[in-house]
């Protein structure tokens, strides 16, 4: 019974339209899944006259995003530190030299806690530092099997990965049915 009624639906959508919806099913989501990349400072970037501390006000990060610093490479640097060493602009010790040279630097924020990172040569007493703190992702709205069938997309795009699931689901049964 239930393979006639499959039967029936298979034959009523070709499959290339299937895989023109999947694509562009496709092309719509991923975006909204993946992961922020802030460029520190806006078109600003990673300079003296700025205040970082505003411009990360109200902004939520979130583990897996990242931290891009573009910057004189001549002059400033990127340092991660402690709370102590931000505040007090040391950067005798840092705990991470993100600086590689190019003065475009990309800094994962992999794990969910505070971040310090300030810039040494004295730039930091002008006010280059900031920090920010690493949230979780929000959780999914409800658990469901969308989680195991979707493991490496974030929560930002379970709630647009339904029609998805749907449309492999439909293209799936074209699959068997018309092989
Ligand atoms: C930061 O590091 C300095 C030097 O290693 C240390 O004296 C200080 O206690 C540390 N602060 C925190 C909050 O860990
Ligand atoms: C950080 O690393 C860069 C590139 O390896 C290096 O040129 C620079 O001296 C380092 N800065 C500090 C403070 O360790
Ligand atoms: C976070 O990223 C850094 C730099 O890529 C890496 O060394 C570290 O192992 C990562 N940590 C986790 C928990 O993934
Ligand atoms: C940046 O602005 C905040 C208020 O949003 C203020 O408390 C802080 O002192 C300012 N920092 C600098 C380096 O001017």
Same mark, same amino acid.
């Given at each position: 019974m239930e393979? #006639?009624? *499959?039967? /029936?639906? !298979? +034959? +009523?959508? +070709?499959? #290339?339209? /299937? =895989?023109?919806f999947l694509g562009f099913a496709v092309l719509l989501i991923l975006p909204m899944a993946s992961a922020t990349r802030f460029t520190v400072g806006g078109n600003m970037g990673w300079t003296t006259n700025f @205040? &970082? #501390? #505003?411009? !990360?006000?109200? *902004?939520?990060? &979130? @583990?897996?995003?990242?931290? =891009? =610093? /573009? &910057?004189?490479?001549n002059q400033q640097n990127v340092l991660e530190v402690n709370k102590t060493d931000y505040e007090a602009c040391n950067s005798d010790h840092p705990l991470h030299n993100w600086t590689t040279g190019a003065g475009r630097d990309v800094v994962p924020l992999n794990v969910t806690r505070h971040y310090y990172f300030i810039s040494g040569k004295g730039f930091c007493f002008g006010g280059m530092k900031i920090a920010v703190h690493v949230e979780n992702l929000p959780p999914p709205p409800k658990a469901s099997p969308i989680k195991s069938f979707a493991p490496t997309l974030s929560s930002k795009g379970h709630i647009f990965l339904m029609p998805i699931v749907f449309a492999i689901g439909a293209a799936w049964d074209s699959f068997i049915y018309l092989w």
């Open positions: 393979g #006639t009624k *499959k039967r /029936v639906f !298979a +034959s +009523s959508i +070709s499959p #290339t339209m /299937v =895989f023109l @205040n &970082y #501390t #505003t411009w !990360a006000k109200g *902004k939520h990060f &979130y @583990n897996g995003d990242w931290l =891009f =610093f /573009v &910057y004189d490479r």
